[in-house]
């Protein structure tokens, strides 16, 4: 048979299905909700039943301004993302950097946090076992926040040469979902850690 | 018209030396070749794991034996256990998938076929970490080198007072990492589903088997994402000196336990149903009649996948939960049979009033529906908690769980084997062999499993290493060793089948079966592009359409 006459009966003049970027990055987020989850869950289980001190109520500060950090970044990413759509590189470079800067600044305070929590207080995540579900929840966030900065830091440098432009727009599309993602997780470990679970 | 006209002349015909050949197979992304690659990984460790599952009945055949040494037996159960579940089952389920999904949804590969390849080989490397164990595992502990504290890896035996020395976490690691390459297979295989359908595939006329792989890609994303949390929080206590299993500290053995089975049970729906999907397609074409009930089908698998998530704690009746939490968890235990009898239901449906074709994989189908109903049943009678106490922990559960997987699983992954063998390697399997095959297994089958229910009704526990000689169990474990060695003699058979018929089993030109899915429209085995230009389908059986335009099927839709 030819290719001329298709075999098949009819062909539907529209045929649209969603872009493979969207949906397996929905896919990667959903499975990383379900790890989270069980982070989380073992934080709750476990609030109060350390045998031994510091509590959380002892020793953890709320970062107030850290969180705004991380949180803004969300919005400079999707900010950065309708420029690119718009063909507007140099804006969209700047708010992009912005975001990085606004990732690592939180990761700054992460890192001041656990370095007055370890030196000063001197809970490590062998003290008790706040210590060990407050290290790795946060830990494993922050975990993410690194992994993120990464890729927009890959993102920054084809950038800087000149090789990102409207036809990524899907792809930082894409990048934009994890970091909202990332930032939603830190609504839960921040309202779990800072609100509830002291 | 003759499917044959569509026919796609081979381009590989030339002989190219071996490194050259190897270096594609290794550096390829091609959705067949990974699948191909995922089906040999799997076929060798379920030798690997046969291996030891009769070194464990060897022991076991006659009282006080000691064929091994009990740290040996202790290896043995948990390797056999690991090496089937996540080595043999996982892999061989996504290489099916991967090789059919594409060729059945009418796209050219899967969405993402670098992460495909990447997926495979952490697969492959998370296999050979568990067994590179057995000579890594020593160290300078003098502690036993393979893992040896089951399957499960209770806390606290796994923690490191009690399993000092790294064999407990090749084991972590081996399935963290095989972990990682499921999600990014189940990932792979959404976004194929959901992105790559070709024109006029709508989700209602997409075959069964790319529907129950997308409900399983679904549950994957689910259900292993819990284990690699909780092998992340065993590896920081192990490695961290952290407190989430330590009893000494305030932790919880049992929360182990929770987050264990939250992966557990559900990782067996993620198992049966892409065997579901191969009944689905097999059963219609062998009986000559389209599936019976398709929208109940695909609604019955949705259904099983959203209540299996809520059963785990079924394994768990005899450490002590509340009424409440036994009574949620036998109720719901018995709900997921509902769908589940729904569905064979449906094919006993599609079966009835058909000419039905007694050819090997219809065989091996038929097992199935038979053997899957008994698991099923029993799995009834376990969900009862007061039932469960008396027989938890005892041969009569070994028996249930191994008649899902063996009597289940392993006889539909059979009956994949015989169906779409042709269509991957372009050569038929002997039916004499193949026929030979089913008769021993089946065989061998009931003669272990069947006998194993007794044995645990007579109380005879898991996992011990030897027994005293008393009333029945000599006996009962005599025939079930010996039921062991006709399952290996089957097996052999099969690999011998395999080997054969690679060389010299009869052409199989593009569609053997007279079947209905895309698949069987190009040649086998398919060229590497799949389809020289994108099918585009108006109803579920686009070759019944093509084969039969005075009365296709897209007329009664």
Known sequence: MSAATSPYLERSPEWKLPYRGTVGMACLIIAESAIFTIFVVAYLFYLGKSITGPTPREVLETPIFFTVCLLSSSLTIHLAGKELENGHRRTFMILWSLTIALGALFLFGTALEWRRLIFERGLTISTNLFGTTYYSLVGLHAAHVTVGLVMFGIVLLFGLADRVGIEQSARIGTLSMYWHFVDAVWVVVFTVVYLVGR | ?557
């Open chain 2, 1 to 557: 018209m003759s499917s044959d006209a569509m026919a796609i002349p081979s381009a590989r015909t030339e002989v190219r030396p071996w490194v050259e050949v190897a270096h594609e197979w290794v550096t390829t992304v091609d959705h067949k070749r990974l699948g191909i690659l995922y089906i040999v990984y799997a076929l060798f460790f379920l030798v690997v794991g046969g291996i030891e599952a009769t070194i464990i009945r060897i022991q076991l055949i006659r009282p006080n034996n000691d064929f091994v040494s009990p740290q040996v037996f202790n290896r043995m159960f948990t390797m056999h256990g690991t090496t089937m579940i996540f080595f043999v089952a996982m892999p061989i389920l996504f290489g099916f998938a991967n090789y059919l999904v594409p060729l059945m949804i009418g796209a050219r590969d899967m969405a993402f076929p670098r992460l495909n390849a990447f997926s495979f080989w952490l697969t492959a490397l998370g296999g050979l970490l568990l067994y590179f164990s057995f000579v890594g595992g020593n160290g300078l502990y003098g502690a036993g080198n393979a893992p040896d504290v089951g399957w499960w890896a209770y806390a606290p035996l796994a923690a490191k007072a009690f399993s000092p020395g790294p064999s407990s976490d090749y084991w972590t690691i081996g399935l963290l990492v095989s972990g990682f390459g499921s999600i990014g297979t189940a990932i792979n295989i959404v976004a194929t589903i959901l992105c790559l359908r070709c024109p006029g595939m709508t989700l209602n006329r997409m075959p069964l088997l790319a529907w129950l792989n997308l409900v399983m890609s679904g549950m994957v994303l689910i259900t292993i994402t819990p284990l690699s949390a909780a092998q992340i929080m065993l590896l920081i206590d192990r490695y961290l000196g952290a407190h989430f299993f330590d009893t000494q500290a305030g932790g919880s053995a049992t929360i182990w336990m929770h987050f264990f089975w939250i992966f557990g049970h559900p990782e067996v729906y993620v198992l049966i149903i892409p065997c579901f999907a191969f009944m689905s397609e097999i059963i219609p074409v062998f009986s000559r009649k389209p599936i019976f009930g398709y929208p109940v089908m695909v609604g019955a698998t949705v259904c099983i996948a959203f209540v299996s998530l809520s059963v785990w704690a079924h394994h768990m009746f005899t450490i002590g939960m509340n009424s409440y939490a036994n009574s949620f968890f036998v109720i719901t235990t018995m709900a997921v049979g509902v769908p589940t009898g729904i569905k064979i239901f449906n094919w006993l449906g599609t079966m009835w009033g058909g000419s039905v074709q007694f050819k090997t994989p219809m065989l091996f189908a038929i097992g199935f529906l038979f053997q899957f109903l008994i698991a099923g049943l029993t799995g009834i009678m376990l969900s009862s908690a007061p039932f469960d106490w008396q027989l938890s922990l005892s041969y009569f559960v070994v028996a249930h769980f191994h008649y899902v997987i063996v009597g289940g699983i392993l006889f539909a992954l059979f009956a994949a084997f015989y169906y779409w063998y042709p269509k991957m390697t372009g050569r038929m399997l002997s039916e004499r062999l193949g026929k030979l095959h089913f008769w021993l297994f089946l065989l061998g089958f009931h003669a272990t499993f069947d006998v194993m229910h007794f044995a645990g009704i007579l109380g005879m526990p898991r996992r011990i290493y030897t027994y005293e000689p008393r009333p029945g169990w000599e006996t009962l474990n005599f025939i079930v060793t010996i039921g062991a060695f006709i399952q290996v003699i089957a097996i052999l058979v099969f690999v011998i089948n395999l080997v054969f018929s690679y060389f010299k089993g009869p052409r199989a030109g593009n569609d053997p079966w007279d079947a209905w899915t895309l698949e069987w429209s190009v040649s086998s085995p398919p060229p590497d592009y799949n389809f020289a230009s994108i099918p585009s389908v108006a109803s579920r059986r686009p070759l019944w359409d093509l084969k039969h335009p005075e009365d296709p099927d897209s007329r009664y839709e």
